[in-house]
């Protein structure tokens, strides 16, 4: 089956700094990458979606300043959560879709990846 | 606003029984639906999905029912296992694209 690696999968770091977070699918091309945050005790929360090679379409009250995605090829995204605050302490959670999905080879429309805890401190 | 409603965040049921759990979703146009299985740190993982054009779906112990009229679908569990304890969220999307996550339900499957 498909499969998503998230790096790292925790993160701990001083208010400031930026962060970037990883998401590579390991066999199989994904045209499309989504983010998401999840909050304790809350749901998944879409923040983004990225195409390859293209901008990201970021969701209603997401800044895209502060979260920089970048797909530039088509196993991997990165998501860069610039001059991180404690407020940004969250479950950042990737998945990725590509034209199998769409053709019937997988199950689902997209695969999830293990996720990354952050901590700002 | 929310798109996706899990109105119960927890459900407890005895080894063996049935599990049902719900989501409400707002807009018409959601064409594909799926369940999730999510252990706390991990991402989530598939359970099942359904597409607007069925009402009911199966695989093994677990259905997905879909009303659309009601914008209304649900997860039965038969029979539960204590292994079954997560939080289960569901996730409805169109084009096969975007999809919009549930708050969630956590499962207690008692031994």
């Known amino acids: 089956g498909a499969v998503v690696s998230q790096h790292p999968s925790r993160v701990i770091c001083k208010s400031g700094t930026s962060v970037k977070i990883e998401c590579r699918s390991l066999?199989?091309?994904?045209?499309?990458m989504f983010w998401y945050r999840q909050f304790p005790k809350q749901s998944l929360m879409l923040m983004a979606t990225?195409?390859?090679?293209?901008?990201?379409?970021?969701e209603q009250g997401v800044e895209k300043d502060k979260f920089l995605i970048n797909h530039a090829s088509l196993t991997l995204s990165t998501l860069t959560v610039t001059s991180a605050h404690p407020e940004d302490s969250s479950f950042y959670i990737c998945?990725?879709?590509?034209?199998?999905?769409?053709?019937?080879?997988?199950?689902?429309?997209?695969?999830f990846g293990d996720g990354t805890r952050l901590s700002i401190l | 606003d929310q798109q996706v409603k899990q109105n119960s965040p927890s459900l407890s049921v005895q080894e063996g029984r049935i599990s049902i759990l719900n989501c409400d979703y707002t807009n018409s146009m959601f064409d594909y639906f799926l369940w999730y299985k999510k252990y706390p740190a991990e991402g989530p993982t598939f359970l099942i999905s359904i597409s607007s054009i069925k009402d009911k779906n199966e695989d093994g112990r677990f259905t997905v029912f879909l009303n659309k009229s009601a914008k209304h679908l649900s997860l039965h569990i038969v029979p539960s296992q204590p292994g079954d304890s997560a939080v289960y969220f569901c996730a409805v999307g169109y084009n096969f694209n975007k999809f919009y996550f549930g708050s969630g339900t956590k499962l207690n499957v008692k031994p």
């Open positions: 990225s195409n390859e090679g293209s901008k990201a379409t970021y």
């Open positions: 998945s990725a879709s590509g034209a199998a999905f769409n053709r019937g080879q997988f199950d689902q429309p997209q695969h």
């Open positions: 066999d199989f091309q994904a045209t499309t």
